[in-house]
């Protein structure tokens, strides 16, 4: 239903949220379905089987949480490619599906067209991984840069001078190697402000919170309306 709503692409968070990978693949049919918004599976850590497991669900791309080193981003971009690339496992009989391409030869042509062209990108939210940015970059295979700005702001543990520093320095890095770069935005006006900032990949609503604030404003209409009758 909210993939059918306009957005662009649909952030499936397996991070923060009790996701199992069924559940996740059902999330990725259903947005794909859509036609017009693109699903990105957040994975919860780097380890291969959750890469794997995305992908092969027919994920069109995926966040990976707390990169750090340029080791870490060659260890990822070589799990999302097929051999000679990478080194992804090949078995992926509905990861095709996503993708509109169906058929007996489904899964050939989804290794010859995707192969190498899913979506990398790795989210900065320490110290470290804002600090090696520039030598991740370095290694190439990755479409964007995901901001966690939440994780980033504890780890530099400093005064708002020194965030703000730290995220024009990440901002910067971006920019000069021409690479996209994203974050999390709470509300649609900060996603706004982002937008202007150069932020094109942003997370600009929260299916909870949607539900949450639709919620408890027709509540708050209904005892509006309520008192007003029986005043």
Same mark, same amino acid.
């Given at each position: 239903?909210?993939?059918?709503?306009?957005?662009?692409?649909?952030?499936?968070?397996?991070?923060?949220?009790?996701?199992?990978?069924?559940?996740?693949?059902?999330?990725?049919?259903?947005?794909?379905?859509?036609?017009?918004?693109?699903?990105?599976?957040?994975?919860?850590?780097?380890?291969?089987?959750?890469?794997?497991?995305?992908?092969?669900?027919?994920?069109?791309?995926?966040?990976?949480?707390?990169?750090?080193?340029?080791?870490?981003?060659?260890?990822?971009?070589?799990?999302?490619?097929?051999?000679?690339?990478?080194?992804?496992?090949?078995?992926?009989?509905?990861?095709?599906?996503?993708?509109?391409?169906?058929?007996?030869?489904?899964?050939?042509?989804?290794?010859?067209?995707?192969?190498?062209?899913?979506?990398?990108?790795?989210?900065?939210?320490?110290?470290?991984?804002?600090?090696?940015?520039?030598?991740?970059?370095?290694?190439?295979?990755?479409?964007?840069?995901?901001?966690?700005?939440?994780?980033?702001?504890?780890?530099?543990?400093?005064?708002?001078?020194?965030?703000?520093?730290?995220?024009?320095?990440? &901002?910067?890095?971006?920019?000069?190697?021409?690479?996209?770069?994203?974050?999390?935005?709470?509300?649609?006006?900060?996603?706004?402000?982002?937008?202007?900032?150069?932020?094109?990949?942003?997370?600009?609503?929260?299916?909870?919170?949607?539900?949450?604030?639709?919620?408890? &404003?027709?509540?708050?209409?209904?005892?509006?309306?309520?008192?007003?009758?029986?005043?």
């Amino acid at each position: 239903m909210l993939a059918a709503q306009g957005f662009d692409w649909a952030c499936i968070d397996m991070e923060h949220s009790p996701i199992s990978p069924t559940l996740m693949a059902e999330m990725v049919a259903a947005v794909a379905s859509s036609g017009t918004c693109v699903p990105i599976v957040r994975v919860p850590s780097q380890a291969p089987e959750w890469l794997r497991w995305a992908l092969d669900a027919g994920a069109h791309g995926i966040i990976v949480p707390r990169v750090e080193t340029p080791d870490e981003m060659r260890n990822i971009t070589s799990l999302c490619s097929y051999p000679p690339l990478g080194k992804r496992s090949i078995g992926a009989p509905f990861a095709a599906h996503p993708f509109g391409i169906r058929g007996p030869r489904a899964i050939h042509e989804y290794m010859e067209a995707v192969s190498g062209n899913v979506l990398v990108i790795p989210q900065i939210e320490s110290i470290e991984g804002a600090a090696n940015l520039k030598a991740i970059l370095a290694v190439g295979g990755m479409d964007a840069v995901f901001v966690g700005p939440y994780n980033l702001s504890a780890s530099v543990r400093a005064s708002q001078e020194h965030i703000q520093d730290v995220f024009g320095a990440i &901002e910067k890095a971006a920019k000069d190697e021409n690479m996209p770069i994203g974050i999390y935005a709470a509300t649609g006006e900060v996603a706004w402000n982002k937008m202007k900032d150069g932020y094109t990949l942003l997370v600009a609503a929260c299916d909870v919170d949607c539900l949450a604030s639709s919620a408890s &404003e027709n509540l708050e209409r209904a005892k509006g309306e309520a008192s007003r009758q029986y005043r």
